[in-house]
């Protein structure tokens, strides 16, 4: 069973910077990539940035340039590191990753998700 266990999270001033991390254990299937999605209260959830198995990342132009998805095989975590942090940047933010089986099929695992609020 895949556990994602993310933190890191907390409370910022406007122009500062967090460092979120995400655990990952129980994946048995073909990794595809992990990534970061939040959710801003009233709002849907929405796509952070990206890293796939082959290390190429991906990211939404709300956050180029301010936000950095990395990966650590050794210790099986992904990281966003966040500068230059906004208001608007302030949600919960989630880890998900999508695996495929053996037999094809694609399987999406979440986190429990870690709370950002970054004043103004």
């Known amino acids: 069973q895949v556990q994602l266990v993310e933190s890191g999270g907390g409370f910022v001033q406007a122009g500062g910077s967090l460092r979120l991390s995400c655990v990952a254990s129980?994946?048995?299937?073909?990794?595809?990539?992990i990534d970061w999605y939040r959710q801003a209260p009233g709002k849907q959830r929405e796509f952070v940035a990206r890293i796939s198995n082959g290390g190429t990342s991906d990211y939404n132009n709300s956050v180029k340039g301010r936000f950095t998805i990395s990966g650590d095989n050794a210790k099986n975590t992904v990281y966003l590191q966040m500068n230059n942090l906004k208001p608007e940047d302030t949600a919960d933010y989630y880890c998900h990753v999508f695996t495929i089986t053996r037999s094809g099929v694609g399987l999406d695992d979440w986190g429990q998700g870690t709370q950002v609020t970054v004043s103004s």
């Open positions: 129980g994946i048995t299937n073909r990794l595809v990539y």
